[in-house]
Structure formats: C-alpha cells, structure tokens
C-alpha cells in the first residue's frame, strides 16, 4: 500500500497476541482526515489493547499502523504525533489550568510568548477563555473535560484517542458532553477516535463507526447504516434496542422468507435480495421497538395495522419516558415484547389490556443462527 496522506490513520492487519490469547485479530480500517471515527464493542473484546497499540504502548504482533501515512512500528509514544484522553482525566492537580495546558509545550521547549498565545487561543476554542488561573478542583466535571481535551490539542496532533473519556461522568453531564464532543472535534478539525462500549455515544458523534467483537471488526458504517442495515446478528443485537426471536425457515428466496419460531409461530422477514436463507436452517429474527405497533384488541384501527406479522398477548407493563415511551407485551408462550408507543395521558394502553403486535416483514432482519451473537 502506498502512503496515503489523506487518511490521518491506517491499520492494516494489525493484531495483538497475548500468549495464545489473540486479543486483536487482523484489523483493518482508515480514517479520513478531520472525522470522529468510533470503535464499539462489549467489554474485554479488544478496543483498548488495539488503541494502546494505536498511541504506541503497545507493540503489534502482527500488521502495520500509519499515521498520515507514514508507518510508526518501532516508534515510541512521544515520538508519535498521537495524544490520548483516558477516562481518569490524569490533570496535574498542583497546577493550575494554565500551566496543565502549557505543560507539554515547556517540555517542547516552546519560548513562553508563543505558550501563552496557544494556550489563550485553545481555551478560546473550548469556550472556556476565562478559566487559565482557576485550580483543578474549582473545575466542574465537564470543565475538566474540556480542559484534558485542550492540553492534548495545544499540541496539534495529528489523532485524538478517546478511551472511555465520559465513562466517570454523571448520566446527565454525560448527555451533555456527547454534544460538546461532536461540536469540540468541528471545531479543531482533528481525528477522533473514541472507544467505548455504549452505543449511544458513538452513535450520536460518530461520522463512522467500527463494531467490535472478540478482537475482530464485524461492521464499520455510518451510524445509520448499522442501526438499519446491520450486516451481523451480533451487530444488530448490540447496536439499538430489538426484539429476538430464534427459529427455523421454512420457505425462503431472494425476496425472504417465512420463519416458524420456537414458540410455533409464523413469521415473515424481507431479504436484501443478496442472500436466500437455506430451508431447513437456523436463523435470529431481530425487530426493532419502533417498527411494532401495539393494537388494543377489539380496536376498529387493526384494519389501518400495515403488516404480515401479527402476535397477541396483554400489556405487561408500561415504560415512560416522554416521546420514547414503551410498552412490555407478554404473549401467550411468556415472552415479552417491546413496543414503541406514544404516552398522553388519554386514553392510553392499561396493564392488562388485550392487545395485537403487528409489524412489516420488511423491519424483520434475519441472520442465520451462528450461536454468537
């Protein structure tokens, strides 16, 4: 592969063996220049051994790292124009935000005229201009964020490696600081990459992101692509909320198929048109929330309910939360079922209440059955 300077980072074939243990399985992926790249995966399944490999602490058993297109194996971490946010901020609290900030630019030998200007312009650019004297404790959660992030960028990296940096945050100031994230990565125009196990981080900043599991990468796409058009039972079940049903195709072509649960019951999924399920085989039906829509039985409106897929049961519970309320469904064979559903206050579903799920089969994703997932 030729240098390719449009792309900030470069793995190639990279892995990472711990004895017999294979943590990090020939990975590949690049990152354009100026983007917010995420790397998603349950604990334990290799995204921080591999951005440790990334920042230089670790070395590759196998494959290549490049950084503006320049491989860096053998290169040491402060030789690597690479800084990295950890999720315990590690500010010096004997200093002031000043001087955190400044300290990697005196160990630069950068003249102090030139310290003072970059460290006013880069707390310029945090929205925080006021703050150089403040002591580390006087700093809010979300101060502190942004001051780890500033002493990092003071430095004009060439990548910005995120581990867990919201993770010792409170629910609320984590919400917040998704945004200032996004808005703070625009604002620099400087590579991300974050790693964390919650979806809704990556998913809300991310221009792309990588789903990883047991030390491979199952998809990498846009957040859209993955919530709609997971590639993988693993990734559709980790990525968004769903429904899962396990089963085995009875009828199947390039259109889709039929499925019988392991309840007994019908069920229709839609194909892509690039693969026909094998009848006979075993396959994971995913269905988000949203698609269901729960029917009060005996209700005029089930003729309106579009769908070929239709299951009773009684609403189990009710979940409120504003515009993302939800209802719990239990069939007749015991399993719940979720359902999306507008709450008003008026009218709505009760504990006990008949009900019909009805939804498309063209919002049943189906993946065969590969006891992963």
Known sequence: MTDNPSYDLECLDVSKNFGSIRAVKDVSFDIPSGSFFSILGPSGCGKTTLMRMIAGFEDPSGGDIRIKGKSVLGTPPNKRNVKMVFQHLALFPM?????????????????????????????????????????????????????????????????????????????????????????????????????????????????????????????????????HHPSTAFVASFVGDSNRWSGVVKSSDSTGGKVETEQGLPMSFSSAGEKTMQEGSRVNIFVRPEFIRTVRAGGGDLQDAAGENRMDGIVDSLLFNGANSRVLVRTGSGELVESDVTLTGENDLKPGEDVHLVWSSKQSMCFADQGKA
């Open 95 to 227: 200093m002031n935000v000043y001087e955190n900030i400044a300290y990697g630019l005196r160990c630069n030998g950068v003249g102090n005229a030139e310290i003072k200007r970059k460290v006013h312009d880069v707390l310029e650019r945090i929205a925080l201009p006021d703050v150089a004297e403040r002591e580390i404790h006087q700093l809010s959660g979300g101060q502190k964020q942004r001051i780890a992030i500033a002493r990092c960028m003071v430095l004009d990296p060439d990548v910005l490696l995120l581990d867990e940096p919201l993770g010792a945050l409170d629910l609320k100031l984590r919400e917040a600081m998704k945004i200032e994230l996004k808005l703070l990565q625009h604002q620099f125009n400087t590579t991300f990459v974050y790693i964390t196990h919650d979806q809704s981080e990556a998913l809300v900043m991310s221009d792309n992101v990588a789903i990883m599991n047991q030390g491979e990468f199952e998809q990498i796409g846009t957040p859209q692509e993955l919530y």
